[in-house]
């Protein structure tokens, strides 16, 4: 995505409870001169900052033009992870555009292909299945944590049928209440007049 020198974007992640996200990126800055991103962007970094759904701060710290950061999520919700160039330059003059290019992965430990090489078969095979293992374990708790988004949801709604069933109910003995109330006055009206 693109982003102002100065300008803060945000991203919002759903994340489960105890899960690692890690996010890779890089910054290019725009040249004016040749009209074009430049591969990188020295002496410019990266303000991120990662707050949770309870807005508690899980990170603020200052990368360089390209960097990786990780955090574990202690509670599941909504994390939102908002990402400020740390540019020194006055607002007026810092007109420059950034393109920023951001990997997020959430839950995964990706395998690190120099290594399983490395080793023999027998620690490659053990290895790969404990990569499998904290698959499922990352699989079973975004289940879980979808099941708690749905049931709150379904008692969200069941509570919002309550309340129109009972306002349906109010609105019916107000509009019984006003027609009899009606009927008595115009039969005392007619009566004064002698009408009836």
Not at 56 to 76: A, I, N
Not at 134 to 154: L, P, S
Not at 161 to 182: E, Y
Request: charged share 25%; glycine share 6%; with cysteine.
């Amino acid at each position: 995505f693109h982003s102002g020198e100065r300008e803060e974007k945000c991203i919002i992640e759903d994340v489960p409870t105890d899960t690692l996200v890690i996010g890779n990126y890089k910054v290019q800055r725009w040249d004016i001169h040749k009209q074009e991103f430049l591969e990188s962007a020295p002496g410019l970094g990266m303000f991120v900052t990662v707050t949770t759904p309870s807005a508690e701060v899980l990170l603020s710290k200052l990368y360089g033009p390209k960097g990786t950061f990780s955090f574990t999520s202690h509670q599941s919700g909504e994390h939102i992870i908002c990402l400020q160039s740390n540019s020194t330059r006055f607002v007026a003059f810092a007109g420059s555009k950034l393109r920023i290019h951001l990997d997020i992965r959430v839950g995964e430990h990706f395998l690190d292909e120099s290594v399983v090489q490395a080793k023999d078969k027998v620690n490659e095979v053990s290895f790969r299945l404990e990569h499998l293992i904290e698959q499922v374990h990352h699989i079973t708790k975004e289940q879980n944590y979808e099941r708690e988004r749905e049931e709150k949801f379904r008692k969200t709604s069941e509570e919002t049928n309550s309340n129109i069933l009972w306002w349906a109910i109010v609105q019916t003995l107000i509009l019984i209440s006003i027609g009899i109330w009606q009927i008595k006055s115009l039969r005392d009206f007619f009566i004064s007049k002698k009408l009836v």
